[in-house]
C-alpha cells in the first residue's frame, strides 16, 4: 500500500524531555528509555476531545490513553508518579501548542480589573527541579520512635485518580473522610515497613499510628514530592504594577485549549 501523500505535512515532530525524575523511581518496566528521556509527540484533535470528557478524566483513561498515543516510551501511565503526569502536561501544552500560554487574572489590589497575561511555559520547564537519584534512598526512609523503618515513594497517579474518584461530588467533609483520605494516602505512599510490603497489614499499621510517628513520616513525604514543576509563576500586576503569584490551571479541560 503506497504511503498517505498527506500525513508528510500534519504530523508534527514532537520533541525529546527529560522527566524531572530522571527515570530514577522506575524499576519495573514503567519506561522503555534510559535516565526518563522521552519523546513527546503533539496531541491530535480526537485525543485532545478525550481529555474534555469528565466520564474519562474521572477514571484516568483519557489521560492513559493520550500518553500512551503521545509518549510511545511510557508503558504502564498508571504507575507513573504524580510529579512526573505534571511535567508531562507542561510538554504536551508546549508540543501542541507552543511555549505561551494565556491566562485571565484578577489581582488582589484596589480596583483592580480582569487582565489576560502570558505565560511562558519553556521557561517554567527549563526551571523545573529534578530529583537526585543518589538521596533517594536515605532521604525517603525514615526510623521512628519505635525503631521501626518506613520506606516511602511518591504518590502514583493510579493513587490520585482513586483519591479523586473518592472525593468526587461531596459538598462537605466529614470526619470520617478526612480518616479514610489520610489513612488510603499514606497506605499507598509508603513501601514497606519494617521490609513488609502487604498492603493490608500497612492499612491496619497506619490506622493505628500515633501523631509523633505521622508527624515524622510527613516529614519524609514533603521530601519525596520535593522535585518537579512548580505549578505557579509570577506576573506583574497590569493595574498597581506589583508582584503577583499566579497558579497555573494544568487539569486538562483547561489547560488544553488555546
Known amino acids: 500500500m503506497n504511503a498517505n501523500p498527506l500525513m508528510s505535512k500534519i504530523k508534527l515532530p514532537g520533541r525529546t ?9 522506575y524499576k519495573n518496566g514503567e519506561l522503555s528509555c534510559t535516565e526518563g528521556e522521552i519523546h513527546v509527540h503533539p496531541l491530535s484533535a480526537i485525543s485532545e476531545i478525550s481529555l474534555k470528557n469528565p466520564d474519562l478524566l474521572f477514571n484516568g483513561k483519557a489521560i492513559e490513553a493520550v500518553f500512551q498515543e503521545c509518549i510511545p516510551e511510557i508503558k504502564k501511565v498508571t504507575e507513573l508518579y504524580g510529579r512526573d503526569i505534571d511535567a508531562i502536561m507542561f510538554f504536551l501544552r508546549m508540543v501542541t501548542y507552543g ?35 543518589t538521596v533517594v534512598e536515605n532521604d525517603y526512609t525514615v526510623t521512628l520512635q519505635n525503631g521501626q523503618v518506613v520506606k516511602i515513594h511518591p504518590i502514583k497517579f493510579e493513587h490520585m485518580i482513586k483519591l479523586f474518584q473518592m472525593n468526587a461530588n461531596k459538598k462537605e467533609f466529614t470526619q470520617d473522610d478526612t480518616k479514610k483520605n489520610m489513612i488510603f494516602n499514606l497506605t499507598n505512599i509508603i513501601e514497606s515497613v519494617d521490609g513488609e510490603t502487604n498492603k493490608k497489614f500497612i492499612e491496619e ?32 500586576c497590569k493595574d498597581c504594577g506589583e508582584d503577583m503569584t499566579v497558579e497555573l490551571p494544568i487539569d486538562p479541560a483547561a489547560f488544553f485549549s488555546e
Open 17 to 25: 524531555f527529560q522527566l524531572p525524575s530522571r527515570g530514577a523511581l
Open 205 to 236: 499499621w497506619v490506622a493505628a499510628l500515633t501523631t509523633p510517628y505521622q508527624n515524622r513520616i510527613s516529614k519524609v513525604i514533603e521530601k519525596t514530592n520535593d522535585w518537579g514543576p512548580s505549578k505557579t509563576t509570577v506576573l506583574k
Open 99 to 133: 511555549p505561551e500560554f494565556v491566562i485571565t487574572v484578577t489581582h488582589s489590589c484596589a480596583d483592580a480589573k480582569s487582565h489576560s497575561y502570558t505565560v511562558d511555559l519553556e521557561k517554567m520547564i527549563q526551571e523545573f527541579k529534578f530529583l537526585d537519584p
